[in-house]
């Protein structure tokens, strides 16, 4: 996979219970739970590059229906009653907290910064969900993933379960049952990422650009739709939950494409392509090209165009930012921000992300932050600036 929530000590063939709580250690970078939320400055023609998403089945993603459940769960005034309390110690959910915050800190550190804005309670639980996206995650792409099986997720799931139901495994399991307790949070977006961690036990290749989408949606668009009931949207908004929900899943789209195309001298490196073949084929490319690590001037054309398509799906985003609470704008905007000069990293490099592997130094990040924190004080708009699918 293309960005990793480390976790190296995850167990999830324990079982599960109520009294004991297990530490655990963390050491990669990620990029996947970094996806919050942000749609177009301005629309563009890119139909001769399929960068269009009518024809996503959007529906098939049930991502309607979790808007509505989370949207209900927030106006309702016993919402709490839908996830029992986990009943956690004060000061035990204190600790597992501040260990959520030092994972954050130190693997996600711009996007850590950006949370110091929000409330105390909102801020807590976005490192929550950041931690189970990245174990999530690690469960695939960490130093145990040789040993993953279907039973492996399995348990994973019903652990995933259990939190949903007030019972936490381990501390840091009970940070996400608090958090599940006081914001109105669907399951379905945390399955559906564990979902998308088994398609990569059985899938490596994608025929096109329809398929590539629904791993990106289950990988890193699930991150958007649990994150928005927790930043909360603007009170001054006149826009839709769906419209802003939508936004937020295609700020995980774009995060995700910009992540496998950073990464594709690395995956190749495991026999994964996460390129649509179809689009290869267009540009006479093949997967013999990208495992021969040769940049052709047809793999330059062709990476064009799969980096158009995920500036697309940002400016798709972009809108959707200034329709959350205005303490939580910061980490999306630094998020969106940091993503965008990903891909300008590629083209400088010049599309050379078979050797070479694009990065963002920490001067450059630092000097987003103000500007990000400048866009993240944008009043909403009112209407919005393109039709949601």
């Given at each position: 996979m293309n960005a990793a929530f480390s976790s190296a000590a995850v167990n999830p063939n324990s079982t599960p219970t109520n009294?004991?709580?297990?530490?655990?250690?963390?050491?990669?970078?990620?990029?996947?739970?970094?996806?919050?939320?942000?749609?177009?400055?301005?629309?563009?023609?890119?139909?001769?590059?399929?960068?269009?998403?009518?024809?996503i089945p959007c529906t098939h993603l049930l991502v309607h229906e979790i808007v509505q459940r989370q949207s209900q769960k927030n106006n309702s005034s016993t919402s709490l009653d839908a996830c029992p309390n986990p009943s956690s110690h004060p000061m035990f959910l204190e600790e597992a907290y501040e260990r959520c915050k030092d994972i954050c800190a130190e693997n996600a550190k711009t996007f850590y910064l950006g949370t110091q804005l929000m409330t105390e309670e909102r801020k807590k639980a976005i490192w929550a969900i950041y931690v189970w996206c990245r174990r999530t995650d690690e469960l695939v792409d960490g130093p145990n993933a040789v040993h993953l099986t279907s039973a492996v997720l399995d348990r994973w799931e019903e652990r995933l379960e259990n939190i949903f139901n007030g019972r936490p495994y381990d501390m840091l399991d009970a940070t996400l049952a608090d958090t599940v307790h006081k914001f109105p949070l669907d399951i379905k977006p945390f399955k559906d990422m564990i979902e998308g961690m088994r398609m990569d036990t059985r899938k490596n290749r994608y025929a096109n650009f329809q398929e590539l989408y629904l791993y990106c949606y289950y990988v890193a668009g699930t991150v958007?739709?649990?994150?928005?009931?927790?930043?909360?949207?603007?009170?001054?908004?006149?826009?839709?939950?769906?419209?802003?929900?939508?936004?937020?899943?295609?700020?995980?789209?774009?995060?995700?494409?910009?992540?496998?195309?950073?990464?594709?001298?690395?995956?190749?490196?495991?026999?994964?392509?996460?390129?649509?073949?179809?689009?290869?084929?267009?540009?006479?490319?093949?997967?013999?090209?990208?495992f021969s690590r040769k940049v052709t001037e047809g793999w330059r054309e062709f990476m064009k165009e799969q980096i158009r398509r995920a500036r697309f799906f940002f400016d798709l985003a972009e809108e959707g930012a200034n329709q959350l609470h205005k303490a939580s704008r910061w980490p999306v905007w630094s998020s969106l921000m940091l993503y965008r000069m990903i891909l300008d990293s590629i083209e400088k490099n010049d599309y050379d992300n078979l050797t070479k592997r694009a990065y963002v130094g920490r001067t450059k990040k630092l000097m987003a932050l103000p500007v990000a924190y400048a866009k993240a004080l944008s009043s909403p708009r009112t209407t919005p600036p393109w039709q949601s699918c």
């Open positions: 009294s004991v709580f297990l530490p655990h250690k963390y050491s990669k970078t990620s990029a996947r739970a970094e996806a919050g939320i942000s749609v177009p400055r301005k629309r563009r023609d890119f139909s001769q590059t399929q960068l269009s998403v009518h024809g958007g739709l649990m994150s928005v009931p927790v930043m909360g949207i603007a009170p001054e908004s006149s826009l839709s939950a769906q419209t802003i929900y939508n936004a937020a899943l295609y700020l995980g789209i774009g995060n995700q494409l910009t992540n496998i195309l950073r990464d594709v001298g690395e995956d190749a490196s495991r026999g994964r392509v996460y390129l649509p073949q179809d689009e290869l084929e267009k540009f006479g490319l093949c997967d013999k090209d990208v």
